[in-house]
Protein backbone atom coordinates (compact mmCIF):
# COMPACT_ATOMS: atom_id res chain seq x y z
CA UNK A 1 0.00 0.00 0.00
CA UNK A 2 1.10 3.79 -1.05
CA UNK A 3 -0.24 6.79 0.28
CA UNK A 4 0.75 9.83 -1.62
CA UNK A 5 0.07 13.50 0.12
CA UNK A 6 0.10 16.65 -2.06
CA UNK A 7 0.90 19.91 -1.00
CA UNK A 8 1.69 23.68 -2.36
CA UNK A 9 -1.49 24.62 -4.45
CA UNK A 10 -3.44 27.85 -3.94
CA UNK A 11 -4.02 31.16 -6.04
CA UNK A 12 -1.93 32.74 -8.28
CA UNK A 13 -1.55 35.32 -11.04
CA UNK A 14 -1.23 34.50 -14.32
CA UNK A 15 2.56 34.57 -14.56
CA UNK A 16 3.25 33.59 -11.47
CA UNK A 17 4.82 30.47 -10.16
CA UNK A 18 3.93 27.37 -7.83
CA UNK A 19 5.39 24.38 -6.35
CA UNK A 20 3.99 21.36 -5.94
CA UNK A 21 5.13 18.21 -4.00
CA UNK A 22 3.78 14.94 -3.14
CA UNK A 23 5.34 12.73 -1.00
CA UNK A 24 4.91 8.81 -0.85
CA UNK A 25 5.05 6.22 1.73
CA UNK A 26 7.08 2.65 2.23
CA UNK A 27 10.51 1.87 0.77
CA UNK A 28 10.14 1.43 -2.74
CA UNK A 29 9.81 4.66 -3.90
CA UNK A 30 12.95 4.86 -6.20
CA UNK A 31 11.73 2.40 -8.45
CA UNK A 32 8.12 4.00 -9.13
CA UNK A 33 8.00 5.81 -12.27
CA UNK A 34 5.97 8.74 -10.82
CA UNK A 35 3.33 11.63 -12.54
CA UNK A 36 1.63 14.89 -12.40
CA UNK A 37 -2.07 14.67 -14.01
CA UNK A 38 -4.93 17.97 -13.75
CA UNK A 39 -8.34 17.82 -13.88
CA UNK A 40 -9.78 21.25 -14.94
CA UNK A 41 -13.34 21.82 -14.37
CA UNK A 42 -15.83 19.95 -16.53
CA UNK A 43 -12.35 18.20 -18.38
CA UNK A 44 -10.83 14.68 -18.22
CA UNK A 45 -7.63 14.18 -16.03
CA UNK A 46 -4.72 14.62 -18.28
CA UNK A 47 -0.86 13.36 -17.84
CA UNK A 48 1.38 16.96 -17.11
CA UNK A 49 4.20 15.11 -16.46
CA UNK A 50 6.22 11.79 -15.77
CA UNK A 51 9.36 10.80 -14.89
CA UNK A 52 10.86 7.36 -14.32
CA UNK A 53 12.61 5.71 -11.65
CA UNK A 54 15.99 6.41 -13.81
CA UNK A 55 15.06 10.51 -14.25
CA UNK A 56 13.97 10.47 -17.57
CA UNK A 57 10.91 13.02 -18.19
CA UNK A 58 8.50 13.45 -20.58
CA UNK A 59 5.59 16.67 -20.46
CA UNK A 60 2.47 17.53 -22.05
CA UNK A 61 2.96 19.66 -24.56
CA UNK A 62 1.23 22.40 -22.72
CA UNK A 63 3.03 22.54 -20.23
CA UNK A 64 6.74 21.78 -22.16
CA UNK A 65 9.05 24.33 -20.82
CA UNK A 66 7.23 25.84 -18.13
CA UNK A 67 7.31 23.23 -15.68
CA UNK A 68 9.58 21.12 -14.52
CA UNK A 69 9.22 17.76 -13.07
CA UNK A 70 11.68 16.08 -10.57
CA UNK A 71 11.99 13.50 -7.36
CA UNK A 72 14.51 13.09 -4.30
CA UNK A 73 14.40 9.48 -3.46
CA UNK A 74 15.90 10.37 0.02
CA UNK A 75 12.50 12.19 0.91
CA UNK A 76 9.97 10.00 -0.99
CA UNK A 77 8.92 13.32 -2.45
CA UNK A 78 8.21 13.93 -6.53
CA UNK A 79 7.87 17.87 -7.41
CA UNK A 80 6.27 19.50 -10.00
CA UNK A 81 7.89 23.06 -10.36
CA UNK A 82 5.30 24.95 -12.21
CA UNK A 83 6.47 29.01 -13.61
CA UNK A 84 4.86 31.16 -16.39
CA UNK A 85 1.07 29.57 -15.02
CA UNK A 86 -1.82 30.22 -17.48
CA UNK A 87 -5.67 30.24 -16.38
CA UNK A 88 -5.79 27.18 -18.27
CA UNK A 89 -3.72 25.44 -15.60
CA UNK A 90 -6.42 25.96 -13.09
CA UNK A 91 -7.32 22.25 -12.00
CA UNK A 92 -6.92 19.60 -9.27
CA UNK A 93 -3.06 18.21 -10.12
CA UNK A 94 -2.96 14.66 -8.11
CA UNK A 95 0.14 12.60 -7.88
CA UNK A 96 0.18 9.20 -9.73
CA UNK A 97 2.76 6.22 -9.45
CA UNK A 98 2.17 4.77 -13.25
CA UNK A 99 0.87 1.64 -13.72
CA UNK A 100 -0.31 1.33 -10.55
CA UNK A 101 -3.93 2.60 -8.74
CA UNK A 102 -1.89 4.61 -6.57
CA UNK A 103 -3.15 8.30 -6.58
CA UNK A 104 -3.25 11.21 -4.34
CA UNK A 105 -6.33 13.52 -3.25
CA UNK A 106 -4.93 16.07 -4.81
CA UNK A 107 -4.31 20.13 -4.79
CA UNK A 108 -6.29 22.75 -6.06
CA UNK A 109 -4.46 25.13 -8.50
CA UNK A 110 -5.99 28.61 -9.44
CA UNK A 111 -4.44 30.95 -11.67
CA UNK A 112 -6.57 34.45 -12.10
CA UNK A 113 -5.95 37.68 -11.56
Known sequence: QV???ESGGGLV????????SCAASGSN??????????????KQREL??????????????AVK?????????VKNTVYLQ???LK???????YCHVELTGYWGKGTLV???S
Open 82 to 84: MNS
Open 13 to 20: QPGGSLRL
Open 65 to 73: GRFTISRDN
Open 29 to 42: FRLYAMAWHRQAPE
Open 110 to 112: TVS
Open 3 to 5: QLV
Open 48 to 61: VASITSGGTTNYNS
Open 87 to 93: PEDTGVY
